[in-house]
């Protein structure tokens, strides 16, 4: 092998535990190994991005990745970490989730080049689907006592938790089915590691046990550490909720502004995580940013790269445009070119009125659209002495008393910026 796996995930800090004797497995020849991926939604979402990055390093250093899509353990849903039953999904909403990560997964890892690692999707329901209740219970249950599965860190927080409804039988059962998973990859895909978050380790093991008792083999896992922010709230998190990959749920503007505004102490474990920087690189931008941390360039190319890497160079470059329409000079070209969806992100929260089409022709005046029609100030006196002061902008653009809104001042046919100052916003919206 031409590349050290373990040790390249080392210095990245992505190694929280590694069973004995990895490395020097991995170092061998080519090997397999996956990470499971709940596809309870049709989108990645960040919190997935760490098991892609150590799925694409994996590919990288010449082994074989696998993508498991836990159709049939997305069924059931995993205890790890959670406080109570998640929704069951149908196999139709399963199959078009499948569809659409990998989509995803095919921007970060190779699928059709027909190389020997070239990577593979999975989904554990295809051959969970056929097994029987009775079948099962004697082919895999039997291999694993109950003190065995009761052990486990995700069982022992569920049962001593404070939650009325405790632990189901299915939930208890989750890891015996996803340590079949790893014994099915195992003999039918010579797949011999595992990954995954450090809440995984107890269902990666079982699956390791399951490959020593059933299989005669030798199964390895690694898990990552969980990804935290310093300021003790939940990373991938904001008051919207997840932060997607698919540019419909999370704009590339909001996933780039995530990522930007992220503190110096994450920032400088992220670039680590979540970019492919080599060492010397990220060690001379951490020089540059401990010298002038004002300027933000661990920040700023930690955004860049997760953005080019999850959407494009053009999506990445339209979201700077975006973010210097708030904190830079932009032009009301600028502005123009901002779809519907940009264009409501950057100014989100931003009080808005509604005034028909029909005043726009031919033309709503001024005072119309700062007090009388918006109420954005509070009286039509206010207006002209705003406007007589040179602090009014229409689209960026500063405009006197006389000037009259057109339709021709539409932003995607639908949207006029008013601005007093620097920072006092309004959007009047044209239905």
Known sequence: MTKNFVQELQ????????????????????????VGIDPTADSLHIGHLVGVMMLKHF???GHKPYALVGGATGMIGDPSGKSAERNLLDEETLRHNQDALKAQLSRFLDFESGEP??????????WMKNFSFLEFIRDVGKHITVNYMMAKDSVKKRLSS??????????????????????????????????????QWGNITTGTE??????????FALTCPLITKADGTKFGKTEGGN???????????????????????DAEKYIKIFTFLTQKEIEDLVAEHKEA????????????????????????????????????????NDLKQLNEKTFLDVFEGVPQATVSKNELEPGLDMIG?????????????????????????????????????????LINNKFVLLQRGKKNYFVLVVE
């Open 369 to 409: 659209a700062l007090a009388a029609k918006t109420n954005f100030l509070g009286s039509n006196g206010e207006a002209r002495r705003e406007l007589k002061q040179n602090s009014i902008a229409v689209n960026k653009e500063k405009v006197k008393e006389d000037y009259m809104i057109t339709a021709s001042d």
């Open 11 to 34: 210095w990245r800090e992505m190694v929280h535990d590694v069973m004995p004797g990895a490395e020097e497995h991995l170092m061998e020849e080519m090997r397999t190994a996956y």
């Open 243 to 265: 932060v997607w990959l698919d540019a419909e749920r999370t704009s590339p503007y909001k996933f780039y502004q995530y990522w930007l505004n992220t503190s110096d102490e």
């Open 162 to 199: 404070d939650a009325m409804e405790g632990m189901s039988f299915t939930e208890f059962t989750y890891q015996l089915v996803q340590g079949y998973d790893f014994l099915y990859l195992y003999q039918n895909h010579d797949c011999t590691l595992q990954m995954g978050g450090s809440d």
């Open 117 to 126: 690692n070239a990577a593979v999707l999975v989904n554990n329901y295809d």
């Open 59 to 61: 590919q990288l250093a």
């Open 293 to 332: 941390p004002h300027m933000r360039a661990l920040q700023k190319k930690l955004a860049e790269e997760v953005t080019i890497m999850v959407h494009s160079q053009e999506d990445l470059d339209n979201a700077i445009k975006a973010s210097n329409i708030l904190f830079g000079k932009s032009t009301s």
């Open 210 to 219: 399951l490959i020593r008792r059933i299989g005669g083999g030798k199964g």
